[in-house]
Structures are given as C-alpha cells and as structure tokens.
C-alpha cells in the first residue's frame, strides 16, 4: 500500500463491477474506468485499480460482469463512504439498492477497511462474502494482496489461492 496516511485517513478496498452498457459512457469496462474518476471527483483517491476481469453472474442476470477491485484513500468513515459510493452508483443510473443479482450499470461494494472491522444495519466491512467470490479476490489480489483479513487473518493472496486453485477430481 502506498502513502503515508494521516490519523483521519483511511485504505477501503473497494469492489467494481458493470454488467450493463451505460447509455453515454458505453461498455461495462469503460464504465469501470469511468466509475475510478467519479470516485476521485468524490474526493475519494484512487491508489490503484486492477485491470477488469469479466466473470459470469450470480443469480437470475444473464450478462457477463466486468469486474475490478480499487484500493482508495479517503478522510471518510464508512458510513460516509457508502454514501458516497451509492451516490455515484446513482448518477450511473442505480435505481435500487436491495434487488440482489440483478443486471446493473454499476455496483461500487466497501471490501476491506484498514480500520479492521465495521458492523452497522446497512454495512458490514469486511464484506460478508468476499472470501467466497473469485471475482472480487482476482482482481483484490492484483492492488493488495499483502492485505489480511481481520476476521481469518489471511492475505487476499492466501484467500484468492484457496479459492482458486485447482483441486483433484472425486473418485
């Protein structure tokens, strides 16, 4: 991780993912790009961002997604970091918040924090499923995989290996 961060600075490891072209900005990779410099403009600093993966979709979508992953600076809490990450989903054209695996222009999920833990009603940090998903820990991997986990100790690199390596076929 780079820089030196003050006592009211904090890393959020944040995860992008697209799987619906944006009327004006196009592709979804594009508006991965596109969703990085918002995130500046929103005052969030953008230390490094992955090249986009694409991956297939959980649920009912039947959209392949982009999907990339930020390691951000900001003087935000987490609250105030989810608020601004909905807001920029929004002037993507996000309508709702809730309706899970559904096709989406943009979807910006807090990861990881360096303040370890976060538990309220609409956050919890570190995102509850990321151990599971390839594509968040892929492109994870690529801009911090030295990070560990607060609740399993483990670094993204550990948890992507375990995810993703090969394992031998049943007998």
């Known amino acids: 991780m780079r820089g030196h961060l003050s006592r009211n600075q904090g890393l959020y490891l944040v995860a992008l993912g697209s799987n619906m072209r944006h009327p004006r900005h196009g592709l979804p990779r594009k508006v991965l790009r596109i969703a990085l410099a918002a995130m500046e403009d929103a005052g969030i600093a953008v230390l490094a961002a992955s090249p986009a993966i694409e991956s297939l979709p959980l649920g009912p979508s039947l ?10 600076r900001t003087g935000m809490d987490p609250p105030a ?17 809730g309706m899970r695996w559904r096709a989406r222009v943009l979807d910006l999920d807090i990861v990881l924090w360096s303040g370890g833990a976060w538990r309220s009603d609409r ?9 599971n998903r390839a594509f968040v820990l892929t492109p994870a991997n690529a801009v911090a995989p030295g990070w560990r986990d607060p609740a399993t100790g483990r670094t993204i690199a550990q948890l992507s290996a375990r995810l993703t390596r090969r394992r031998p076929a049943p007998r």
Do not use: C, D, M, S
């Not at 959209?63 to 951000?72: G, I, K, T």
């Not at 956050?123 to 151990?131: A, D, G, K, N, Y």
């Open 63 to 72: 959209r392949r997604y982009a999907n990339a992953a930020a390691l951000v």
């Open 123 to 131: 956050l919890t940090i570190p995102h509850p499923e990321f151990r």
């Open 81 to 97: 970091l989810l608020a601004a990450l909905q807001r920029i989903e929004r002037a993507f054209g996000r309508k709702h918040r």
